[in-house]
């Protein structure tokens, strides 16, 4: 417990992921440090997804290790083992993936009293809170249906937000979004950032990685081919496969 | 509801004019005395006694059966149908086995495998409980109506976008908890006209249970032609098809009314 301040968050070593006979992650190895924001960015199919989907155990992996904090993430087998993992990490996902049948407020409440067992009362004091940080205050009682793209995105932050987590990964979060729409999600993220989270992103938008990353790694065909600062890694690229994929992208 | 409500009233009106009008050709002008001989037996058809003093027999243990069955039906095809969404396969190929031989038997077969499976008495717990004809209905109706209820289930579960379930066990939750807070809340409007429409069937196919001797609707009918002459048979069995019609037709249209509303509403 000593150690946790100086060393990594979270550390992926040598991670091996196969879907059948296809190969996705060929020997992954990141680490992200307390309170610093990594931005993932490659092409389509790359393996992005994949990479945030085991760092919370979504999907189990083939070989190497995850550490995250002191939870060894390959060594938790059931849904039950994960649930202190995922108090720790929370995702928000390209497509937001509230839960239609339940209100804003719901959305936010929902898993810390059910999975979490905590007090109804103070859940809602924290729902509110965070409601009024992703400016939402007002839409307690919506429905998800009832709100824009980008309004639902924000409440997905904030509902990750309600766990209380250590570290958020953040899948395309402004994929699916109208142009108009995708500054204010942005902008949330980025208080985030400044507020000291942990956070995580695969994203395309390379402006805003190169804002608000300490760390970029560029991912192609299930390896790391490229890591480092943004300014170095935007400016100064070394990898041709790199280079080919910033002209495209910029 | 309007177009259902003109379905509606067409039929409540028009299939009672038709059948009068059947029992008409039947009888000539004997209709009259036919109508209220029919009258005079619509207690002992309803309710198995000629005064309304029991609630025994005749349609209103149809009714009965049918519920009884619904309610076990619907148990066991949750149960079932979980099975079949189980991620463990064995339980998986299992389940669809069961499910399967279930779904494709004819009612009418595991009508009479209940009869001669099940014994007239068991012993539960050390004592004696005997297996009534009703007991041996309600266990045979529910038997086919649970493999369909679990395919209900199943279908209404997999139409719940997959992003649901990701998000859900990325804020903590597990399966059955996803099942219970997340997929079934929506899911569950999804079923509704399908288990209405099955339970409209489970209701006409308590007209077989006559095979168990439970005293039904049609048994009670067989009885007073029997004493009364098989001159009165066509109008006992028109009369049955009306008993019948009057409690499912209702339903149809509800179901039909239901699934418009949930097509066109999306939540
Ligand atoms: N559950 C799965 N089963 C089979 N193949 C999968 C599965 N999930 C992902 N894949 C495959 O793995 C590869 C990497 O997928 P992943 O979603 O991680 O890519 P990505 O870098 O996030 O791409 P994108 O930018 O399009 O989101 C793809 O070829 C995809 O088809
Ligand atoms: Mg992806």
Redesign the interface.
């Known amino acids: 417990m000593t150690l946790s301040g100086s060393r990594p968050l979270i550390e992926m070593r040598d991670v091996r992921k196969s879907f059948g006979t296809y190969e996705v992650l060929k020997g992954i190895s990141l680490s992200v440090n307390d309170g610093s924001v990594v931005c993932i960015i490659g092409p389509s199919g790359s393996g992005k997804s994949t990479v945030l989907r085991c760092i ?1 155990g ?1 999907i189990p992996i083939n070989s190497g290790t995850i550490r995250v904090g002191d939870f060894a993430v390959e060594t938790l087998k059931s ?2 083992a ?2 202190p993992l ?2 720790q ?3 928000v ?1 390209q ?1 937001y ?5 339940r209100t804003v407020m719901q959305n936010l409440t ?2 810390p009293i ?3 067992g905590e007090d109804p009362r103070k859940v809602r004091d924290r729902a509110a809170a965070l409601l009024a940080k992703v400016r939402l205050t007002g839409k307690e009682n919506a429905y998800p ?1 009832e709100l824009s793209g980008g309004q639902q995105q924000r409440v ?1 932050i904030a ?1 990750a937000l309600a ?1 209380e987590p250590r570290v958020i990964l953040f899948d395309e979060v402004t994929a699916a979004l109208d142009p108009e729409m995708v500054s204010e999600v942005l902008g949330v993220v980025r208080d985030l950032a400044r507020d000291g989270m942990t956070c995580v992103l695969v994203t395309h938008e390379m402006r805003f990685a190169e804002e608000v990353a300490d760390e970029v790694f560029f991912t192609d065909r299930g390896v790391i081919v490229e890591h480092g600062p943004p300014a170095t890694l935007f400016k100064s690229p070394s990898d041709p496969r790199l280079k080919d994929f910033l002209d495209k992208v910029l | 509801m309007n177009s259902e409500f003109r379905t509606f009233a067409l039929g409540i009106i028009g299939v009672p004019l038709c059948l009068i009008g059947l029992l008409a050709m039947i009888y000539g002008d004997r209709t009259g005395a036919t109508l209220a001989f029919i009258a005079d037996r619509t207690p002992m058809l309803l309710t198995g006694s000629p005064d309304f003093s029991s609630l025994q027999g005749g349609f209103i243990a149809n009714i009965g059966m049918s519920l009884a069955a619904m309610a076990i039906a619907g148990a066991l095809g949750i149960i079932l149908g979980i099975g079949l969404i189980a991620e463990f396969w064995p339980t998986r190929l299992l389940s669809g086995f069961v499910m399967n031989v279930l779904r494709n038997s004819p009612w009418l077969v595991v009508l009479y495998a209940m009869l001669y499976l099940l014994p007239f008495e068991m012993k539960i717990f050390g004592v004696w409980i005997t297996i009534s004809p009703v007991v041996k209905s309600i266990a045979g109706l529910s038997l086919p109506v649970a493999a369909n209820i679990a395919e209900i289930f199943r279908g209404g579960i997999e139409a719940i976008p997959t992003g649901q379930w990701e998000s859900a066990r990325s804020l903590g939750y597990r399966r059955l908890q996803i099942l219970r807070y997340i997929v079934l809340p929506q899911a569950l409007p999804l079923m509704i006209p399908n288990l209405m429409t099955i339970y409209a069937m489970l209701f006409i196919g308590t007209s077989l249970v006559v095979v168990t001797g439970a005293s039904d609707v049609l048994f009670v009918g067989r009885t007073i032609i029997e004493t009364a002459g098989s001159s009165t048979a066509s109008a006992i069995y028109i009369y049955i098809l009306f008993l019948f019609f009057l409690f499912a037709f209702p339903i149809a249209i509800l179901t039909r009314w239901l699934e418009r509303r949930i097509g066109t509403v999306s939540p």
């Open positions: 919370n979504l849904d039950k994960l649930i995922r108090h990490v929370s995702m996902f497509q993936n509230l839960f239609p049948h929902m898993a059910q999975v979490l249906g997905a509902r766990m």
